[in-house]
Protein backbone atom coordinates (compact mmCIF):
# COMPACT_ATOMS: atom_id res chain seq x y z
CA UNK A 1 0.00 0.00 0.00
CA UNK A 2 1.67 3.44 -0.93
CA UNK A 3 2.91 5.47 1.84
CA UNK A 4 1.22 8.41 0.04
CA UNK A 5 -1.87 7.27 2.34
CA UNK A 6 0.03 9.03 5.46
CA UNK A 7 -0.47 12.61 7.04
CA UNK A 8 3.54 14.26 8.04
CA UNK A 9 2.79 13.31 12.18
CA UNK A 10 2.03 9.30 11.06
CA UNK A 11 5.76 9.20 8.73
CA UNK A 12 7.25 11.23 11.64
CA UNK A 13 5.98 8.15 14.00
CA UNK A 14 6.70 5.48 11.33
CA UNK A 15 10.60 6.50 10.78
CA UNK A 16 11.00 6.97 14.60
CA UNK A 17 10.26 3.63 15.30
CA UNK A 18 12.06 2.36 12.37
CA UNK A 19 8.76 1.05 10.20
CA UNK A 20 10.07 2.76 7.42
CA UNK A 21 13.76 5.17 6.53
CA UNK A 22 13.89 7.90 4.45
CA UNK A 23 15.65 6.25 1.62
CA UNK A 24 12.57 4.33 1.78
CA UNK A 25 10.29 7.13 1.36
CA UNK A 26 12.62 8.97 -1.03
CA UNK A 27 12.24 5.96 -2.97
CA UNK A 28 8.87 5.78 -3.05
CA UNK A 29 8.65 9.78 -4.03
CA UNK A 30 10.92 9.26 -6.93
CA UNK A 31 9.54 5.65 -7.85
CA UNK A 32 5.83 7.94 -8.13
CA UNK A 33 7.50 10.49 -10.57
CA UNK A 34 8.27 7.74 -12.86
CA UNK A 35 5.43 6.22 -12.80
CA UNK A 36 3.08 9.22 -13.60
CA UNK A 37 4.79 12.55 -14.31
CA UNK A 38 4.86 11.42 -18.18
CA UNK A 39 1.11 12.39 -18.12
CA UNK A 40 1.10 15.04 -15.19
CA UNK A 41 4.19 16.99 -16.37
CA UNK A 42 4.52 18.81 -12.61
CA UNK A 43 8.18 18.46 -12.40
CA UNK A 44 10.86 20.69 -14.90
CA UNK A 45 13.93 19.60 -12.43
CA UNK A 46 14.34 16.42 -10.62
CA UNK A 47 17.19 16.12 -8.62
CA UNK A 48 17.41 11.65 -8.00
CA UNK A 49 21.12 12.30 -6.69
CA UNK A 50 20.16 15.57 -4.34
CA UNK A 51 17.39 13.94 -2.71
CA UNK A 52 19.13 10.05 -2.37
CA UNK A 53 22.60 12.00 -0.57
CA UNK A 54 19.74 14.09 1.50
CA UNK A 55 18.04 10.93 2.45
CA UNK A 56 21.27 8.99 3.15
CA UNK A 57 22.04 11.71 5.68
CA UNK A 58 19.38 11.91 7.28
CA UNK A 59 19.40 7.94 7.97
CA UNK A 60 22.21 8.49 9.51
CA UNK A 61 20.98 11.48 11.68
CA UNK A 62 18.23 9.24 12.57
CA UNK A 63 20.60 6.39 13.50
CA UNK A 64 22.92 8.70 15.90
CA UNK A 65 19.75 9.42 17.79
CA UNK A 66 20.39 13.45 17.06
CA UNK A 67 17.12 15.42 17.00
CA UNK A 68 14.85 15.59 14.32
CA UNK A 69 13.35 18.77 12.60
CA UNK A 70 9.72 19.33 11.90
CA UNK A 71 9.62 18.12 8.75
CA UNK A 72 12.12 15.01 9.02
CA UNK A 73 12.44 12.74 6.34
CA UNK A 74 9.86 13.91 4.36
CA UNK A 75 10.45 14.14 0.17
CA UNK A 76 8.85 17.42 -1.06
CA UNK A 77 8.47 19.68 -4.27
CA UNK A 78 9.40 23.61 -4.80
CA UNK A 79 8.20 25.51 -7.50
CA UNK A 80 10.59 26.55 -10.10
CA UNK A 81 10.64 30.61 -8.90
CA UNK A 82 11.70 29.64 -5.49
CA UNK A 83 15.68 29.73 -5.96
CA UNK A 84 17.51 26.67 -4.93
CA UNK A 85 21.35 27.07 -4.80
CA UNK A 86 23.41 24.99 -7.01
CA UNK A 87 19.63 23.49 -8.49
CA UNK A 88 18.51 24.54 -11.79
CA UNK A 89 15.39 27.08 -11.21
CA UNK A 90 13.90 28.44 -14.59
CA UNK A 91 10.46 30.22 -13.48
CA UNK A 92 9.01 28.20 -16.30
CA UNK A 93 11.07 30.66 -18.90
CA UNK A 94 13.04 30.05 -21.46
CA UNK A 95 14.86 33.20 -20.23
CA UNK A 96 16.23 31.59 -17.41
CA UNK A 97 16.62 28.25 -19.00
CA UNK A 98 20.45 27.33 -17.51
CA UNK A 99 19.84 29.18 -14.22
CA UNK A 100 21.96 27.82 -11.53
CA UNK A 101 20.71 29.57 -8.38
CA UNK A 102 23.82 30.90 -5.74
CA UNK A 103 21.81 30.66 -3.15
CA UNK A 104 18.80 29.47 -1.39
CA UNK A 105 15.56 31.24 -0.85
CA UNK A 106 15.22 31.52 3.11
CA UNK A 107 12.39 29.00 2.66
CA UNK A 108 14.54 26.15 0.80
CA UNK A 109 16.98 27.09 3.63
CA UNK A 110 14.30 26.58 5.94
CA UNK A 111 12.55 23.14 4.56
CA UNK A 112 16.66 22.02 4.62
CA UNK A 113 16.92 22.86 8.55
CA UNK A 114 13.49 21.25 9.21
CA UNK A 115 15.22 18.12 7.31
CA UNK A 116 12.80 17.42 4.41
CA UNK A 117 14.05 16.31 1.55
CA UNK A 118 13.62 18.64 -1.70
CA UNK A 119 12.91 15.80 -5.23
CA UNK A 120 12.74 18.68 -7.53
CA UNK A 121 11.32 21.70 -9.23
CA UNK A 122 7.78 22.14 -10.12
CA UNK A 123 6.28 23.76 -12.99
CA UNK A 124 4.54 27.02 -13.22
CA UNK A 125 3.01 29.36 -15.64
CA UNK A 126 5.79 31.70 -16.92
CA UNK A 127 6.90 33.77 -13.65
CA UNK A 128 3.95 32.85 -11.77
CA UNK A 129 1.76 34.82 -14.47
CA UNK A 130 -1.81 32.76 -15.54
CA UNK A 131 -4.10 30.70 -14.04
CA UNK A 132 -3.69 27.46 -16.01
CA UNK A 133 -0.39 26.62 -16.29
CA UNK A 134 -0.20 26.56 -20.30
CA UNK A 135 1.71 29.75 -19.94
CA UNK A 136 4.76 27.47 -19.33
CA UNK A 137 7.36 27.64 -21.75
CA UNK A 138 8.11 23.82 -20.94
CA UNK A 139 4.84 22.55 -22.03
CA UNK A 140 1.29 22.67 -19.54
CA UNK A 141 0.81 20.68 -16.80
CA UNK A 142 -2.07 18.30 -16.94
CA UNK A 143 -4.42 17.63 -13.86
CA UNK A 144 -4.12 14.27 -12.49
CA UNK A 145 -8.29 14.21 -12.10
CA UNK A 146 -8.73 14.78 -16.19
CA UNK A 147 -5.54 14.91 -18.11
CA UNK A 148 -7.53 16.94 -20.81
CA UNK A 149 -7.99 19.43 -18.32
CA UNK A 150 -5.81 22.52 -16.36
CA UNK A 151 -4.42 21.99 -12.81
CA UNK A 152 -4.80 25.89 -12.45
CA UNK A 153 -2.09 28.25 -12.01
CA UNK A 154 0.49 29.51 -11.43
CA UNK A 155 1.17 26.94 -8.79
CA UNK A 156 -0.43 24.15 -11.19
CA UNK A 157 2.78 21.95 -10.86
CA UNK A 158 2.87 22.19 -6.97
CA UNK A 159 -0.85 21.39 -6.57
CA UNK A 160 -0.85 18.26 -9.21
CA UNK A 161 2.72 16.93 -7.95
CA UNK A 162 0.49 16.70 -4.52
CA UNK A 163 -2.75 15.46 -6.24
CA UNK A 164 -1.28 13.04 -8.01
CA UNK A 165 1.39 11.34 -5.32
CA UNK A 166 4.56 12.40 -6.72
CA UNK A 167 5.47 14.43 -3.25
CA UNK A 168 4.10 14.53 0.46
CA UNK A 169 3.80 18.10 -0.15
CA UNK A 170 5.10 21.43 -2.16
CA UNK A 171 5.86 24.85 -2.00
CA UNK A 172 3.79 27.27 -4.14
CA UNK A 173 3.52 31.67 -4.46
CA UNK A 174 0.41 33.33 -4.71
CA UNK A 175 -0.17 36.55 -6.32
CA UNK A 176 -3.75 36.31 -7.73
CA UNK A 177 -4.96 33.17 -6.18
CA UNK A 178 -1.77 31.19 -7.23
CA UNK A 179 -1.62 28.55 -4.62
CA UNK A 180 -5.35 28.47 -3.98
CA UNK A 181 -6.95 28.02 -7.65
CA UNK A 182 -4.67 25.25 -8.31
CA UNK A 183 -5.34 23.30 -4.72
CA UNK A 184 -9.20 24.01 -5.38
CA UNK A 185 -8.98 21.90 -9.44
CA UNK A 186 -6.87 19.88 -8.12
CA UNK A 187 -8.49 18.93 -4.63
CA UNK A 188 -5.93 19.31 -2.39
CA UNK A 189 -5.19 22.03 0.45
CA UNK A 190 -3.41 25.23 -0.44
CA UNK A 191 -2.60 28.35 2.12
CA UNK A 192 -1.61 31.62 1.12
CA UNK A 193 -0.82 33.30 4.34
CA UNK A 194 -0.53 36.92 5.68
CA UNK A 195 1.70 39.12 3.51
CA UNK A 196 5.23 39.18 5.38
CA UNK A 197 4.42 36.27 7.68
CA UNK A 198 6.56 33.69 5.07
CA UNK A 199 9.96 35.69 3.72
CA UNK A 200 10.23 36.57 0.17
CA UNK A 201 13.81 36.33 0.05
CA UNK A 202 14.70 34.35 -2.64
CA UNK A 203 11.16 33.93 -4.58
CA UNK A 204 11.87 35.61 -7.51
CA UNK A 205 10.18 38.80 -7.65
CA UNK A 206 6.52 39.14 -9.69
CA UNK A 207 4.81 41.70 -7.59
CA UNK A 208 6.18 42.24 -4.59
CA UNK A 209 3.15 43.87 -2.82
CA UNK A 210 1.68 40.76 -3.52
CA UNK A 211 3.36 37.99 -3.84
CA UNK A 212 3.56 35.01 -0.74
CA UNK A 213 4.62 31.70 -0.63
CA UNK A 214 2.50 28.77 1.29
CA UNK A 215 2.26 25.42 1.24
CA UNK A 216 -0.01 22.95 -0.96
CA UNK A 217 -0.80 20.04 1.00
CA UNK A 218 -3.74 16.82 1.20
CA UNK A 219 -4.64 17.44 4.66
CA UNK A 220 -4.88 20.68 6.61
CA UNK A 221 -3.08 18.96 9.50
CA UNK A 222 0.27 18.84 7.33
CA UNK A 223 -0.29 22.42 5.67
CA UNK A 224 0.33 23.37 9.84
CA UNK A 225 3.29 21.35 9.78
CA UNK A 226 4.92 22.93 6.78
CA UNK A 227 3.79 26.81 7.68
CA UNK A 228 5.14 26.39 11.14
CA UNK A 229 8.51 25.52 9.50
CA UNK A 230 8.56 28.00 6.53
CA UNK A 231 6.79 31.18 9.05
CA UNK A 232 8.97 34.19 10.69
CA UNK A 233 10.65 37.23 10.67
CA UNK A 234 13.43 37.09 7.90
CA UNK A 235 16.29 40.02 8.10
CA UNK A 236 17.07 39.25 4.29
CA UNK A 237 13.44 40.43 3.38
CA UNK A 238 12.12 44.26 3.98
CA UNK A 239 8.62 43.46 3.99
CA UNK A 240 8.90 40.75 6.11
CA UNK A 241 6.62 40.91 9.85
CA UNK A 242 7.78 40.93 12.99
CA UNK A 243 5.36 38.88 14.55
CA UNK A 244 5.32 36.03 17.54
CA UNK A 245 4.69 32.86 15.58
CA UNK A 246 1.96 30.77 17.32
CA UNK A 247 2.14 26.65 17.62
CA UNK A 248 -0.39 26.30 14.27
CA UNK A 249 -0.54 22.50 15.24
CA UNK A 250 -2.48 23.38 18.86
CA UNK A 251 -4.90 25.58 16.67
CA UNK A 252 -6.66 22.67 15.55
CA UNK A 253 -8.58 21.51 18.37
CA UNK A 254 -11.67 20.59 15.84
CA UNK A 255 -14.12 22.78 17.79
CA UNK A 256 -15.75 25.44 15.97
CA UNK A 257 -18.64 25.99 18.27
CA UNK A 258 -20.11 30.02 18.12
CA UNK A 259 -17.48 30.76 15.03
CA UNK A 260 -18.94 33.24 13.24
CA UNK A 261 -18.82 33.10 9.14
CA UNK A 262 -19.66 36.00 6.74
CA UNK A 263 -20.81 34.47 3.47
CA UNK A 264 -20.33 37.06 0.46
CA UNK A 265 -23.16 36.86 -1.62
CA UNK A 266 -21.01 38.41 -4.36
CA UNK A 267 -18.86 35.00 -3.65
CA UNK A 268 -22.16 32.97 -4.81
CA UNK A 269 -24.17 35.06 -6.85
CA UNK A 270 -23.71 35.48 -10.83
CA UNK A 271 -20.66 34.19 -12.42
CA UNK A 272 -20.39 31.20 -10.25
CA UNK A 273 -21.37 27.89 -11.56
CA UNK A 274 -24.45 26.39 -9.66
CA UNK A 275 -22.53 23.25 -9.13
CA UNK A 276 -19.89 24.85 -7.14
CA UNK A 277 -22.48 26.79 -5.64
CA UNK A 278 -24.30 24.02 -4.44
CA UNK A 279 -21.18 22.44 -3.18
CA UNK A 280 -20.21 25.20 -1.06
CA UNK A 281 -23.43 25.51 0.71
CA UNK A 282 -23.07 22.03 1.51
CA UNK A 283 -20.08 22.39 3.13
CA UNK A 284 -21.72 25.51 5.28
CA UNK A 285 -24.55 23.21 6.31
CA UNK A 286 -21.20 20.94 7.75
CA UNK A 287 -20.01 24.02 9.57
CA UNK A 288 -23.62 24.84 10.75
CA UNK A 289 -23.37 21.33 12.31
CA UNK A 290 -20.37 21.67 13.95
CA UNK A 291 -21.82 24.88 16.03
CA UNK A 292 -20.89 27.46 13.33
CA UNK A 293 -23.36 30.02 12.17
CA UNK A 294 -23.32 31.90 9.14
CA UNK A 295 -25.00 34.67 7.58
CA UNK A 296 -24.76 36.37 3.92
CA UNK A 297 -23.11 39.84 4.07
CA UNK A 298 -21.47 42.05 1.18
CA UNK A 299 -17.64 42.90 -0.24
CA UNK A 300 -19.41 45.66 -1.95
CA UNK A 301 -16.19 46.32 -3.85
CA UNK A 302 -15.85 42.81 -5.03
CA UNK A 303 -16.39 43.65 -9.33
CA UNK A 304 -13.59 45.98 -8.78
CA UNK A 305 -11.11 43.83 -7.79
CA UNK A 306 -9.46 41.85 -11.07
CA UNK A 307 -9.09 45.52 -12.80
CA UNK A 308 -7.53 46.67 -9.67
CA UNK A 309 -5.08 43.49 -9.75
CA UNK A 310 -4.05 43.55 -13.13
CA UNK A 311 -2.88 47.34 -13.04
CA UNK A 312 -0.84 46.71 -10.00
CA UNK A 313 0.29 43.35 -10.51
CA UNK A 314 1.52 44.29 -14.11
CA UNK A 315 3.13 47.78 -12.84
CA UNK A 316 5.15 46.27 -10.36
CA UNK A 317 6.03 43.10 -12.70
CA UNK A 318 7.13 45.37 -15.57
CA UNK A 319 9.60 46.94 -12.59
CA UNK A 320 10.59 43.74 -11.74
CA UNK A 321 11.10 42.17 -14.53
CA UNK A 322 13.63 44.82 -15.61
CA UNK A 323 16.33 42.83 -14.06
CA UNK A 324 16.44 40.07 -16.96
CA UNK A 325 18.38 42.04 -19.03
CA UNK A 326 20.81 39.80 -21.04
CA UNK A 327 23.77 40.89 -18.77
CA UNK A 328 24.43 38.98 -15.89
CA UNK A 329 22.21 36.10 -16.15
CA UNK A 330 20.06 34.18 -18.42
CA UNK A 331 19.23 34.39 -22.27
CA UNK A 332 21.54 36.82 -24.01
CA UNK A 333 20.44 37.29 -27.96
CA UNK A 334 24.06 39.31 -29.14
CA UNK A 335 22.80 39.92 -32.94
CA UNK A 336 26.25 42.50 -33.33
CA UNK A 337 24.16 45.66 -32.25
CA UNK A 338 25.12 47.88 -29.13
CA UNK A 339 23.57 47.07 -25.55
CA UNK A 340 20.66 48.52 -25.97
CA UNK A 341 19.88 46.30 -28.98
CA UNK A 342 21.37 43.22 -26.90
CA UNK A 343 18.38 44.17 -24.12
CA UNK A 344 15.92 44.46 -26.90
CA UNK A 345 16.92 41.13 -28.42
CA UNK A 346 17.20 39.19 -25.13
CA UNK A 347 14.32 40.28 -23.96
CA UNK A 348 12.04 39.77 -26.51
CA UNK A 349 13.45 35.95 -27.65
CA UNK A 350 13.24 34.97 -23.59
CA UNK A 351 9.80 35.93 -22.45
CA UNK A 352 6.57 34.19 -23.58
CA UNK A 353 3.81 36.17 -24.75
CA UNK A 354 1.87 36.49 -21.21
CA UNK A 355 4.85 37.74 -19.82
CA UNK A 356 5.18 40.15 -22.80
CA UNK A 357 1.49 41.21 -22.38
CA UNK A 358 2.00 42.14 -18.78
CA UNK A 359 5.12 44.22 -18.75
CA UNK A 360 3.54 45.96 -21.85
CA UNK A 361 0.39 46.97 -19.79
CA UNK A 362 2.90 47.38 -16.59
CA UNK A 363 4.88 49.84 -18.37
CA UNK A 364 1.61 51.31 -20.05
CA UNK A 365 0.43 52.19 -16.42
CA UNK A 366 3.18 53.76 -15.31
CA UNK A 367 4.40 55.89 -18.07
CA UNK A 368 4.39 59.26 -18.08
CA UNK A 369 0.93 60.72 -18.61
CA UNK A 370 -0.83 57.60 -17.44
CA UNK A 371 0.29 56.76 -13.71
CA UNK A 372 -2.72 58.94 -11.82
CA UNK A 373 -5.46 57.21 -14.20
CA UNK A 374 -4.26 53.52 -13.87
CA UNK A 375 -1.83 53.15 -11.48
CA UNK A 376 -2.70 55.67 -8.68
CA UNK A 377 -6.51 54.71 -9.47
CA UNK A 378 -5.87 51.07 -8.65
CA UNK A 379 -4.11 51.52 -5.30
CA UNK A 380 -6.80 53.95 -4.27
CA UNK A 381 -9.83 51.41 -4.96
CA UNK A 382 -7.15 48.60 -3.19
CA UNK A 383 -8.10 50.45 -0.08
CA UNK A 384 -11.32 50.32 -0.60
CA UNK A 385 -11.56 46.73 -1.07
CA UNK A 386 -9.31 46.00 1.86
CA UNK A 387 -11.78 48.52 3.92
CA UNK A 388 -14.33 46.04 2.76
CA UNK A 389 -12.76 42.95 4.47
CA UNK A 390 -12.24 45.55 7.49
CA UNK A 391 -16.06 46.14 8.34
CA UNK A 392 -17.15 42.58 7.23
CA UNK A 393 -14.28 40.98 10.28
CA UNK A 394 -15.68 43.38 13.04
CA UNK A 395 -18.37 41.28 13.42
CA UNK A 396 -17.40 37.92 11.72
CA UNK A 397 -14.44 35.55 12.26
CA UNK A 398 -14.14 34.14 9.12
CA UNK A 399 -15.29 34.94 5.55
CA UNK A 400 -16.18 31.64 3.23
CA UNK A 401 -17.03 30.94 -0.16
CA UNK A 402 -15.62 29.28 -3.05
CA UNK A 403 -12.12 29.52 -4.38
CA UNK A 404 -13.11 29.69 -8.12
CA UNK A 405 -16.39 30.30 -9.75
CA UNK A 406 -15.55 26.70 -11.47
CA UNK A 407 -14.21 23.59 -11.43
CA UNK A 408 -10.73 23.14 -13.51
CA UNK A 409 -11.42 23.77 -17.29
CA UNK A 410 -10.51 22.05 -20.52
CA UNK A 411 -6.59 22.51 -22.10
CA UNK A 412 -6.75 25.44 -24.64
CA UNK A 413 -10.28 26.42 -24.10
CA UNK A 414 -9.28 29.94 -22.63
CA UNK A 415 -6.08 30.72 -24.23
CA UNK A 416 -7.57 33.50 -26.90
CA UNK A 417 -9.11 35.55 -24.39
CA UNK A 418 -6.72 36.79 -21.58
CA UNK A 419 -9.29 38.81 -20.16
CA UNK A 420 -11.72 35.46 -19.56
CA UNK A 421 -8.85 34.12 -18.33
CA UNK A 422 -8.38 36.68 -15.50
CA UNK A 423 -11.94 36.43 -14.54
CA UNK A 424 -11.36 32.93 -12.71
CA UNK A 425 -9.13 34.89 -10.07
CA UNK A 426 -12.24 36.98 -9.12
CA UNK A 427 -12.42 34.97 -5.66
CA UNK A 428 -8.86 35.01 -4.88
CA UNK A 429 -7.54 37.94 -5.62
CA UNK A 430 -9.28 40.53 -3.08
CA UNK A 431 -7.67 38.46 -0.97
CA UNK A 432 -4.06 39.54 -2.22
CA UNK A 433 -4.80 42.97 -2.35
CA UNK A 434 -5.97 42.74 1.42
CA UNK A 435 -2.80 41.04 2.40
CA UNK A 436 -4.84 38.28 4.44
CA UNK A 437 -5.10 35.15 4.92
CA UNK A 438 -6.78 31.94 3.59
CA UNK A 439 -6.89 28.59 2.55
CA UNK A 440 -8.44 26.28 -0.37
CA UNK A 441 -9.54 22.74 0.57
CA UNK A 442 -11.52 20.05 -0.70
CA UNK A 443 -15.44 20.32 -0.49
CA UNK A 444 -16.78 18.01 -2.91
CA UNK A 445 -17.06 17.39 -6.52
CA UNK A 446 -19.02 18.61 -9.32
CA UNK A 447 -19.02 16.15 -12.48
CA UNK A 448 -16.14 14.59 -10.86
CA UNK A 449 -13.82 17.09 -10.61
CA UNK A 450 -12.85 19.06 -7.18
CA UNK A 451 -14.38 21.90 -5.41
CA UNK A 452 -12.53 24.17 -3.43
CA UNK A 453 -13.84 25.94 -0.70
CA UNK A 454 -12.20 29.38 0.46
CA UNK A 455 -12.00 30.16 4.02
CA UNK A 456 -10.54 33.75 4.60
CA UNK A 457 -9.33 35.16 7.91
CA UNK A 458 -7.61 38.20 9.57
CA UNK A 459 -4.35 39.22 8.90
CA UNK A 460 -1.78 37.05 11.01
CA UNK A 461 -4.81 34.56 12.07
CA UNK A 462 -3.79 31.70 10.28
CA UNK A 463 -4.81 29.99 13.46
CA UNK A 464 -8.29 30.07 13.02
CA UNK A 465 -8.57 29.34 9.18
CA UNK A 466 -6.45 26.16 9.80
CA UNK A 467 -9.00 25.62 12.70
CA UNK A 468 -11.88 25.84 10.90
CA UNK A 469 -10.90 23.95 7.76
CA UNK A 470 -9.36 21.27 10.01
CA UNK A 471 -12.77 20.77 11.56
CA UNK A 472 -14.83 20.72 8.47
CA UNK A 473 -12.21 18.00 7.29
CA UNK A 474 -12.15 15.59 10.06
CA UNK A 475 -16.24 15.69 9.12
CA UNK A 476 -15.68 14.93 5.20
CA UNK A 477 -13.55 12.21 3.38
CA UNK A 478 -13.03 14.46 -0.17
CA UNK A 479 -9.50 14.87 0.91
CA UNK A 480 -9.57 11.22 0.94
CA UNK A 481 -10.22 10.47 -1.88
CA UNK A 482 -7.23 10.54 -4.94
CA UNK A 483 -7.43 10.65 -8.47
CA UNK A 484 -6.85 7.23 -10.97
CA UNK A 485 -3.70 7.57 -12.39
CA UNK B 1 -8.90 56.03 -23.99
CA UNK B 2 -7.71 53.92 -27.04
CA UNK B 3 -4.55 52.92 -27.58
CA UNK B 4 -2.98 52.80 -31.27
CA UNK B 5 -0.64 50.46 -32.56
CA UNK B 6 2.42 53.41 -32.23
CA UNK B 7 1.49 53.86 -28.73
CA UNK B 8 2.64 49.84 -28.50
CA UNK B 9 5.54 50.45 -30.08
CA UNK B 10 6.47 53.04 -27.90
CA UNK B 11 5.50 51.50 -25.17
CA UNK B 12 7.61 48.08 -26.07
CA UNK B 13 11.16 50.80 -26.50
CA UNK B 14 10.14 51.31 -22.99
CA UNK B 15 9.76 48.21 -21.83
CA UNK B 16 12.80 47.23 -24.03
CA UNK B 17 10.93 44.74 -26.15
CA UNK B 18 11.16 44.37 -29.33
CA UNK B 19 8.24 43.22 -31.00
CA UNK B 20 6.85 42.08 -34.57
CA UNK B 21 4.37 43.58 -36.81
CA UNK B 22 1.81 40.69 -35.82
CA UNK B 23 2.77 40.60 -31.80
CA UNK B 24 1.89 44.59 -32.37
CA UNK B 25 -0.99 44.25 -33.56
CA UNK B 26 -2.55 41.54 -31.24
CA UNK B 27 -1.06 43.83 -28.24
CA UNK B 28 -2.68 47.01 -29.42
CA UNK B 29 -6.22 45.09 -29.75
CA UNK B 30 -5.23 42.67 -26.32
CA UNK B 31 -4.37 46.07 -24.43
CA UNK B 32 -7.12 47.85 -25.69
CA UNK B 33 -9.78 45.15 -24.13
CA UNK B 34 -7.92 44.60 -20.93
CA UNK B 35 -7.61 49.08 -20.47
CA UNK B 36 -11.71 49.01 -21.41
CA UNK B 37 -12.24 46.96 -18.67
CA UNK B 38 -10.05 48.24 -16.22
CA UNK B 39 -12.41 51.93 -16.99
CA UNK B 40 -14.69 50.28 -14.44
CA UNK B 41 -12.49 51.96 -11.77
CA UNK B 42 -13.71 55.24 -12.66
CA UNK B 43 -17.39 54.16 -11.59
CA UNK B 44 -15.40 54.91 -8.18
CA UNK B 45 -15.20 58.08 -6.32
CA UNK B 46 -12.09 57.97 -5.14
CA UNK B 47 -11.71 61.35 -3.84
CA UNK B 48 -9.80 61.76 -0.71
CA UNK B 49 -9.15 57.84 -0.27
CA UNK B 50 -5.53 57.21 0.32
CA UNK B 51 -3.77 55.10 -2.19
CA UNK B 52 -2.30 51.36 -0.63
CA UNK B 53 1.25 51.76 -0.40
CA UNK B 54 1.76 48.82 1.69
CA UNK B 55 -1.00 46.15 3.33
CA UNK B 56 0.68 46.23 6.81
CA UNK B 57 1.96 48.88 8.90
CA UNK B 58 5.52 48.66 8.91
CA UNK B 59 8.36 50.91 8.94
CA UNK B 60 11.85 51.08 7.69
CA UNK B 61 13.70 48.99 8.14
CA UNK B 62 17.65 49.72 8.52
CA UNK B 63 20.66 47.27 9.87
CA UNK B 64 23.69 48.48 11.51
CA UNK B 65 26.26 49.81 9.44
CA UNK B 66 29.07 46.86 9.43
CA UNK B 67 31.07 45.44 7.07
CA UNK B 68 29.88 41.56 6.01
CA UNK B 69 30.79 38.98 3.91
CA UNK B 70 29.64 39.36 -0.06
CA UNK B 71 29.59 36.99 -2.75
CA UNK B 72 32.32 36.00 -4.51
CA UNK B 73 33.34 37.25 -7.63
CA UNK B 74 33.43 33.05 -8.89
CA UNK B 75 29.53 32.95 -7.73
CA UNK B 76 28.39 37.05 -9.12
CA UNK B 77 30.21 35.44 -12.65
CA UNK B 78 28.75 32.10 -12.50
CA UNK B 79 25.56 32.65 -14.45
CA UNK B 80 27.29 35.23 -16.55
CA UNK B 81 26.62 35.03 -20.33
CA UNK B 82 29.86 36.67 -21.29
CA UNK B 83 33.01 37.66 -18.87
CA UNK B 84 36.14 38.81 -19.24
CA UNK B 85 38.92 39.97 -16.35
CA UNK B 86 36.36 39.50 -13.57
CA UNK B 87 33.61 41.33 -15.18
CA UNK B 88 30.06 41.23 -16.67
CA UNK B 89 30.96 41.69 -20.83
CA UNK B 90 28.87 43.53 -22.82
CA UNK B 91 28.69 45.46 -26.50
CA UNK B 92 29.65 49.32 -27.03
CA UNK B 93 27.13 51.36 -24.68
CA UNK B 94 28.22 54.13 -27.08
CA UNK B 95 28.12 54.14 -30.94
Known amino acids: MSLFQYRLSELHNMLHSGQVSVSELTEESLAAVARVDGDVHAFLTLDEEGARAAARALDDKLASGASRGLLFGVPAGIKDNIVTKGLRTTCASRFLDNY ?46 DLERVPGGSSGGS ?14 SDTGGSIRQPASYCGVVGLKPTYGLVSRYGLVAFASSLDQIGPLTRTVEDSAYVLQAIAGYDALDSTSA ?32 ASVRETVLSALKVLEELGAVWEEVSLPHTEYAVATYYLLASSEASSNLARFDGVRYGVRVDEGGGLADLYHNSRSRGFGPEVKRRIMLGTY ?10 YLKAQKVRTLIKRDFDEVFKKYDVVIGP ?42 FAEGLPVGLQIIGKEFDESTVLRVAHAYEQHTDYHKQRPQL | MSITIKDVQHVARLARLQLGPEEEAVLTEQMN ?24 HVSNVMREDVVKESLSLEDALLNAPEEEDGQFKVPAVME
Not at chain 1, 159 to 172: N, R, S
Not at chain 1, 249 to 258: E, F, P, Q, R, V
Not at chain 1, 365 to 374: C, I, K, R, W
Open chain 1, 242 to 273: KVDIPDYLSALTGDIKGLRIAVPKEYVGEGVD
Open chain 1, 100 to 145: QPIYDATVAAKLRQADAVTIGKLNMDEFAMGGSNENSAYGAVRNPW
Open chain 1, 365 to 374: ALSSGYYDAY
Open chain 2, 33 to 56: AILQYAEKLNELDTEGVQPTTHVL
Open chain 1, 403 to 444: TAPTTAFKLGSQTEDPLTMYLNDILTIPVNLAGIPAVSIPCG
Open chain 1, 159 to 172: AAAVAAGEVFFALG
